[in-house]
């Protein structure tokens, strides 16, 4: 069974001004699937101002976007209702943008097989908001930071201050063995590629000519008698990059199912039945960790509006704090607060 839409007039507000006409659209048309969208772009149904306009378009305040009717299957109106509303811990908030702690196991957005993430769960939650959208991203099985733009002239405004690397990103790993303490830059060039089952993943190569440069900068924090725990500030932001730097070192993270020690990730998440050098697992809940321990705990930018220095600070979610606690102490190890 089908629902039918009817012609819809769209005047373009502050929210959407300076958006892509694509971009626009599928927001609009939510359900709608993109090939859907581009077709009737491409065939001239969508108008611009009533003329005729191309995906790229930008939608100048004021704009008039003339969508035709639509047939959008129930199923597709079901599933983008059937996303449940939720709130994250707010970091910071006022009208132009939004800070939450992202918890691990959380997609920040749909798509590859997860049907909502965060930004679909907090447009539910907060019907009221004319424009939320991702500022950056974080991978799934990653916790900490991440921003949020209330107001379109913020989105842009913080997307160029990623792209100049103007935002200071400090992310807490905790990595197997001992790091050694004169390896403070890591400047290792990264290839994105496909899998046989079309998984993206991410390797270290020899140069630019085969990847992208990256660089991250790596202080220990606090050693311990089988890990090590890092502050990573990086100064590029590629794909998997610090998880992809530090195994490439020969210290992955602690949970990476990606790029990590797969025989010790299954070892702590088994429970206490199994012993795991370097782990008092009476200390850690039901003797488990089942997570990656990589946080963005630390983030500095320019306010998009004021321009003054905006600081944001996570503090390590609960079961990485638990794991510190569990982990036998190296010698002379130096204090680390988790808080």
Known sequence: ????????????????????????????????????????????????????????????????????????????????????????????????????????????????????????????????????????????????????AKKRSALTTLQDVFRHRQAHKTYAALV???????????????????????????????????????ISLVNVVERYAAFCLLDVTIKTGRTHQIRVHLSHEGHPIVGDEKYGDFALNKALARGAGESVPGVNRQKLPDGRFERMFLHARYLRLAHPVTGEDLVLEAPLPPECVALLSALKPAPAAAGYSAA
């Open 1 to 148: 069974m089908q629902a039918l839409q009817s012609v819809q007039r769209r005047v373009i507000d502050e929210g959407s001004a300076g958006q892509r006409l694509d971009n626009f659209l599928i927001k609009v048309l939510k359900g709608a699937p993109k090939t859907l969208v581009y077709r009737i772009v491409r065939s001239g149904e969508v108008r611009v101002n009533k003329g005729r306009a191309s995906a790229d378009t930008r939608l100048a305040l004021g704009d008039e976007v003339r969508i035709p009717p639509l047939r959008l299957t129930e199923k597709n109106e079901e599933a983008a209702s059937a996303v449940p509303a939720r709130e994250f811990p707010v970091l910071f908030e006022d009208e132009h943008v939004l800070a939450i702690n992202k918890p691990a196991g959380v997609a920040v957005h749909g798509g590859s097989g997860v049907s909502f993430g965060v930004i679909e769960q907090l447009r539910r939650a907060r019907p009221q908001a004319r424009f939320l959208e991702l500022v950056h991203r974080l991978d799934k099985e990653t916790s900490g930071i991440l921003l949020i």
């Open 176 to 214: 197997t063995g001992a790091w050694p303490a004169s390896r403070k830059v890591i400047d290792v060039a990264l290839h994105k590629f496909l899998t046989q089952d079309g998984e993206r993943r991410v390797m270290a190569v020899k140069g630019e000519d085969e990847g992208r440069r990256s």
